[in-house]
Structures are given as C-alpha cells and as structure tokens.
C-alpha cells in the first residue's frame, strides 16, 4: 500500500471553526457518507489534530493503491467556495490549486514491512503520524545529521531499528509558506510504544540533532501527541 502525507498549519484564531467544519463535513450524520467515498475510492483516510508550540496543526494520510489519484481528483472537484473556505483556515500559503501534488508532502525514507506491518494477520494494526517543523536555517543541517543517516549505507541499520521496535516508519518533508515540516507516521501494532523505544534506544548524538534542528528536548518530554480526529475505517 502506498501512503501520501500533508500537513496544514491552522490560522491563530481559526481552531474554534476548523473544529466546526470537520464535523460538519466529516463527522457526525456526515460520517457514513464520507466514509463511503473514500472506501469507494480504495483509500484509507485519517485526520490527526496536534497541538505546537505555536498554534495548531492538521495532518492527513491518504493510505491505498493509487491514493495521489484520489487526492487529486478531491481537488479537482472541490467547490469554489470550499477551497475559500479552507484558506481562510489555513492561509492562502498553503494551498496550490494549479498543481495540487506539489502541496503533498514528499515521501523521504520508508522503513519497508517488517514486524510493523500486519497484513495478512489477525492483528490490528494502527497509525500515529506527528508533524516536526524544522527551526529556520536548518534544513542543510537537518538532510546531513538526519536525513542521511537514514539512507545509503545507513538505511539498513536504520530499517532493521524500526522493525525491532515493531513499526513501519515513513518520513515525509514538506515545505510550507514558515519553511519545512517533516512528518513522521508511525503503524504497527502499538505504534506509540515502539515509537518511543526508537527515542529511547537512540544514540546522544540523535537527541542533540533533534534539539537543533527541531528546538525539540527529547529527553525532557515527547514530542504533543497528536490527536486522531477522523478516520474513514472506524
């Protein structure tokens, strides 16, 4: 299955009305429906609504055989007034209506199957996806001290990290109109746990990378879980 990420920073001031259209369109005597197109579609949407230093953020997946087919024609059909509607939430920055694939988050590294993946099995498998925005300046810093250690020669270390902790991890980076976020997504049978045994089992080296990069301390606390809002399959 392939996975397509985006993440769209709420407006300050705005979470009160993205709260209300998400269940009016998403949720509620609306759910079925919308359930029902993306089943139609083949694709496996969720929602997640994270909390940041400053503001808020929404994260979308997009999981299925062709899930960039579906985004696109989303955005091909989407009302005038809808798309308004959205930048008024999100800011104009975000959205690009000429070429709608340029706004998706670019897939960076993926872990590959491994004990993570549950397919074929009795066991649940569940997603977590976190947006990490990268401080200003940071971006070189970030494909050296991050990036690389995860591809080449590293990738199998890397990958065989992931898969020891029982996940699936996907790395996206996206630009923004503020600059970069990356988003992690993280599936497997307890996502959140073998999330935090990557934390926990890497090395000092990573943690300072985090500080400088994300102005996150990651042996002081976790980075804000996100919260899932919508998801098309529950």
């Avoid at 920073?9 to 429906?33: Q, R, S, Y």
């Avoid at 509607?85 to 897939?107: S, V």
């Avoid at 099995?121 to 250690?149: C, F, N, V």
Wanted: proline residues 6%; aromatic residues 6%; glycine residues 8%.
């Amino acid at each position: 299955m392939k996975m397509i990420a985006f993440a769209v920073p709420i407006l300050e001031g705005k979470l009160e009305d993205w709260t209300k259209m998400i269940l009016n369109t998403m949720l509620g005597d609306n759910k079925k429906a919308t359930d029902q197109s993306r089943e139609n579609a083949g694709v496996h949407e969720r929602s997640y609504l994270q909390k940041m230093p400053k503001g808020h953020v929404c994260i979308l997946t997009w999981e299925g055989a062709d899930p960039l087919t579906f985004w696109l024609d989303l955005m091909n059909v989407a009302l005038p007034e809808f798309t308004e509607h959205l930048a008024d939430l999100h800011g104009r920055g975000i959205f690009n209506e000429e070429n709608p694939e340029k706004m998706l988050a670019k897939l960076m590294y993926d872990s590959g199957n491994g004990k993570g993946d549950t397919e074929g099995t009795d066991q649940k498998k569940s997603l977590i996806a976190i947006a990490l925005p990268i401080l200003p300046g940071k971006i070189e810093i970030w494909k050296t001290k991050m990036l690389e250690r995860m591809l080449g020669d590293n990738k199998k270390d890397a990958d065989a990290i992931r898969n020891a902790a029982g996940v699936r991890e996907r790395l996206y980076l996206q630009k923004v109109p503020e600059g970069h976020i990356v988003i992690l997504t993280f599936e497997g049978i307890n996502p959140e746990a073998g999330y935090s045994q990557i934390i926990r089992n890497s090395p000092p080296e990573f943690a300072e990378a985090v500080l400088e990069i994300h102005g996150l301390d990651v042996n002081a606390t976790q980075p804000p879980s996100p919260k899932l809002v919508y998801n098309s399959r529950e």
